[in-house]
């Protein structure tokens, strides 16, 4: 695998650099984890089909788009909110 220079201001990299050393990993490793694990808008709508149908061969559980949608809110809502601050 080659590598690849990303310009970034040094704001960014310091924050990085920051984040990394508190995971105990480098910047690089940071960057590759992240862009593994971050899912496209794209792969974001075949997982959500994915999981409509499984609930609905396995569970009988048919979810509306309304449903679907509501849900979405309050899982933004909770992610948005400072860790251990109620709802």
């Known amino acids: 695998m080659s590598d690849a220079m990303i310009r970034v201001p040094a704001e960014v990299r310091d ?5 990394a050393e508190s995971r ?16 496209t808008e794209e792969e974001r709508r075949e997982r959500a089909e994915w ?5 609905a061969e396995h569970f009988g559980v ?6 679907s949608a509501a ?3 309050k899982l ?3 992610f948005a909110r400072p860790q251990g601050e109620a709802a």
Do not use: C, K
Not at 15 to 19: N, S, T
Not at 51 to 55: D, I, K, N, Q, S
């Open 71 to 73: 849900m979405g809110r």
């Open 24 to 39: 105990g990993t480098s910047i690089r490793s940071l960057v590759q984890e992240f862009a593994e694990s971050t899912l």
């Open 76 to 78: 933004r809502e909770a």
């Open 51 to 55: 999981a409509r149908g499984y609930l």
């Open 15 to 19: 924050r990085l650099a920051v984040i």
């Open 62 to 67: 048919e979810v509306t788009d309304e449903e």
